[in-house]
């Protein structure tokens, strides 16, 4: 049975793409537009939202790592909020089978 979206006034099935990841998501995180503005990058989503990214002191432009930050946030709601998903989840194995906890990313 083939599941039927309509997001944005388009149709999309359940259906995967090679890469094993749905349509509809792969269509939902393709921004329409991309705008830079001195030290921001805005991405404005087909839902008609907007995501700014701004590039830290010191740090070099990169287009890649500002569209991953921006996926990050539009999913996550904030950086911070996507930092602590990370935070909880990551752990460091130190010995075959053995964990050494939860390791800080973070200060």
């Given at each position: 049975?083939?599941?039927?979206?309509?997001?944005?006034?388009?149709?999309?099935?359940?259906?995967?793409?090679?890469?094993?990841?749905?349509?509809?998501?792969?269509?939902?995180?393709?921004?329409?537009?991309?705008?830079?503005h001195g030290r921001a990058t805005i991405f404005f989503w087909r839902d008609g939202t907007k995501t700014v990214v701004k590039l830290q002191e010191g740090d070099e432009p990169d287009i890649y790592g500002a569209y991953a930050n921006a996926v990050a946030k539009k999913v996550f709601g904030s950086r911070t909020a996507f930092k602590n998903v990370i935070d909880d989840m990551l752990q460091v194995e130190t010995k075959k089978g053995d964990s050494d906890g939860v390791v800080p990313t973070s200060e």
């Open positions: 049975m083939r599941m039927m979206f309509t997001p944005y006034g388009m149709m999309f099935t359940a259906d995967e793409s090679d890469e094993g990841i749905p349509r509809i998501i792969q269509e939902m995180l393709k921004p329409e537009k991309i705008m830079q």
